[in-house]
């Protein structure tokens, strides 16, 4: 295979975090790991509280390392302190002691792919619906796989089947979106990612994607003024700041690839 060009590389790196923090936000099975291990009590500092809630779930699991929900919120709460490896491994173990634990399948599937491993992400998640009863959350999720895999034409299908489940949902259009960044096709992008920003129900990841490409298009100006927009001050210059810093690595292909997700660049706790 040729080397990717600078910009396949830069979006290849981050596209994997942005795709399943998009596809996968507010699915009960595979929901959002931060928002579902941090405790409410601890909203103060959700740092703090979300390293309580993983010891106490990892405390919970150590008891019974069989009880599937005490395996699934310690894998959860292990991908989101950053412990990839050993959420993969955990949930690995959780899918042998109940192979036909859709929920375990789907956040395994997840940590899978965050480990790059991502044909086995995709078959993981493969088990983890049925076609006579798909998710479309994980539909979209395996459709980012594909991607990774530089399988575009193929991802799409997912989408697409995604989208005839729920038509319009921004979640979906914005890993579209992204798909065609991957291949290089930036106005299609926009297209697809001004229709998930235009839906009313789209969060702000979908605002980053879409600044981002319009930069990547040399719109700066413009970029800057949606990835800022409604925002605090100094939220607002950090997200711009971000920006700058993703389209200058685009333009230095020896200044490496970023590792932040590309579409949350206010990184929200």
Sequence with gaps: MRQQSSLARLLASAAVTAFLAAGLGGCQTMS???GSVASKADTTNPEAGLRHSVEAAGER????PKDADAALAFGQGLRATGQRAQAAAVLEQATIAHPGNKALLAAFGRALADNGNFQQAFDTLSRAHSADN???RI???QGTVLDQLGRHDEARRYYASALNIVP???SVLSNLGLSYVLSKDL??????LRQAYGSGRADARVRQNLGLVVGLQGRFAEAESIVKADLPEAEAAENVAYLKQMLSRKDNPRGGAGTGPMASLSRPG
């Design 32 to 34: 959002d790991i931060t």
């Design 61 to 64: 699991y150590r008891a019974n």
């Design 134 to 136: 798909p998710d479309w």
């Design 139 to 141: 539909l979209s999720v």
């Design 168 to 170: 319009g949902e921004p």
């Design 187 to 192: 106005p299609k992008a926009e297209e697809v």
